[in-house]
């Protein structure tokens, strides 16, 4: 009779990922093997330089010998006679104890071990250690349309998917596609509806762990990842990460119908929009479309009369957290970005990038027609279409054409009918966040932009963009009849009524 095949048990981390749904064989049978402990070993001959056929090694709990006192280490380490070591909340089951409390780790969110250069921290040290590397790490594979480079050629091919926009996971129930597979494996949980992560103090369910960890900073006001550039703080990693793109210039997503590039997907996918023309998401109730389903949501809201966003100093609500921000700022009087030049502040970013530009930058853009210049080439394209008489923005309701597509949006809210923008002073609402501000000027004496020519102020910015055209001489509106040369737009249609018939 045949000697059987010597079982050898190496001391190892037997670490599968279990499918919540269907457990993965392979685990079960190690499982049943530890549980059991069927190492038949009594009449077995060891092909090793320990053995010993007089010496056998037993487990007192359940009576398996072993011919090296290693293996019987090892068996009574995997909780011999009991169940193996297993994670509930992430399926996975670990042989060794010890394993099992690193991976743990993980859910508390403890992470002793932090990168010097970068911040990121890691639960275990040897992650660290690893991570670490990634700084040093030669990175050969460089991205030939935005430059990022990559240590390893599949993470290259895995990063060219975002200018390719190519999508090869796929998802059988509702179709999306998805570049990673990761990333779709993390959207079927939208489908099984399973959320066993419960915040306990608004009561919101999550998928994952990570995100109810996220959602919590919410109620804490925790932001850890702290910009050293501008000294902005945010509660996520990604949303420090997109961040800091503002500083480094990178914009890895180009357009290419006419070469306008990125630094966020979501924002170039708002601008191919302008391209294509397509707007699939539709509003049951008033027949407005959207290039994006998470606009559509948005404007949702105005017919169902949401408000989640609330403000704890006068109880107004918003159906927008940005909106609630902005509000915010009427309480505070908080004006953060401040100009370094002309001393004026600003309460949004974004106006006061726009506003930086009439200082660092050269107006290297003129128009032909009219001489005006102009920071950006779009700023030009969009000025061409005053002499062009260009509309390509029609209102789908009334036919009604534009030249910019912000003002065939603003346009539109009048059919709805809905007015959601509301003065925090006298209570009037209007259509347009920019109508209820202009309106807001009633009820200050304020006049913030100053001619550079003489001691006038006034309270918009268009009125003084009109006043200085006295100063500077410029006329940019012509008949093509008679050739006549206008300051203002008003001027040239009377002058047409009246003389140029």
């Known amino acids: 009779m045949n000697d059987p095949e010597p079982c050898e ?16 064989k392979e685990i079960k049978e190690l499982v049943e093997v530890v549980k059991k402990h069927q190492v038949k070993t009594e009449e077995t001959s060891w092909s090793s330089p320990l053995k010993n056929d007089n010496i056998r090694f037993t487990c007192l709990q359940c009576g398996t010998s072993f011919s090296c006192k290693q293996n019987l280490d090892l068996h009574i380490k995997c909780n011999c006679g009991g169940k193996p070591y297993a994670c509930d909340e992430a399926h996975k089951i670990y042989t060794i104890k010890g394993n099992l409390i690193d991976h743990m780790k993980i859910h508390s969110v403890e992470k002793p071990h932090i990168c010097d ?182 404007h949702m809201k105005i017919h169902t009369g949401e408000k989640p966003h609330t403000c704890a100093q006068c109880g107004k609500s918003y159906a927008r957290k940005g909106y609630l921000n902005d509000h915010m700022k009427i309480h505070t009087g908080e004006k953060l970005h401040k100009c370094d030049q002309c001393g004026k502040s600003f309460r949004k970013s974004s106006v006061f990038k726009v506003h930086l530009l009439t200082h660092s930058r050269e107006r290297l853009y003129n128009c032909d027609q009219c001489g005006k210049k102009f920071f950006r080439a779009d700023f030009l394209k969009d000025h061409m279409k005053v002499h062009t008489k260009e509309r390509p923005y029609v209102c789908s309701f009334c036919g009604k054409s ?91 249609i009377c002058h047409k009524k009246n003389v140029c018939k």
Do not use: W
């Open 117 to 298: 250069p970068c911040g990121k921290s890691f639960a275990q040290k040897q992650n660290l250690d690893e991570h670490k590397k990634t700084h040093n790490m030669e990175r050969p594979y460089k991205c030939d349309q935005c430059g990022k480079s990559f240590p390893f050629r599949g993470n290259l091919d895995k990063h060219m998917r975002i200018h390719t926009g190519e999508k090869p996971h796929k998802c059988d129930q509702c179709g999306k596609s998805f570049t990673q597979n990761g990333n779709l494996k993390e959207h079927i949980k939208i489908h099984t509806a399973e959320k066993p992560y419960t915040c306990d103090q608004c009561g919101k369910s999550f998928i994952k762990k990570g995100a109810l960890n996220n959602h919590m900073k919410i109620h804490t006001g925790e932001k850890p990842y702290l910009c050293d550039q501008c000294g902005k703080s945010f509660p996520q990693k990604r949303n420090f990460n997109e961040h800091m793109k503002i500083h480094t210039g990178e914009r890895p997503f180009t357009c290419d119908q006419c070469g306008k590039r990125f630094t966020h997907k979501g924002n170039f996918n708002d601008h191919m929009a302008i391209h294509t023309g397509e707007k699939p998401h539709i509003c049951a109730q008033c027949g407005m479309s959207y290039a994006r389903k998470a606009y559509l949501n948005e």
């Open 9 to 24: 048990i190496k001391q190892e981390d037997f670490e599968q990922q279990i499918d919540p749904i269907e457990e993965n």
């Open 402 to 492: 534009f030249r910019q597509i912000g003002n065939l949006k603003s346009h539109q809210k009048r059919h709805s009918g809905v007015k959601d923008h509301s003065c925090s002073q006298c209570g009037k609402a209007f259509f347009t966040d920019s109508e209820m501000k202009q309106h807001q000027i009633v009820h200050t004496t304020e006049t913030p932009y100053k001619c550079s020519h003489c001691d006038r102020s006034f309270k918009r910015s268009e009125y003084l963009k009109i006043h200085e055209m006295i100063h500077t001489g410029e006329k940019p509106y012509h008949c093509h009849s008679c050739g006549k040369r206008f300051t203002h737009y008003s001027s040239l």
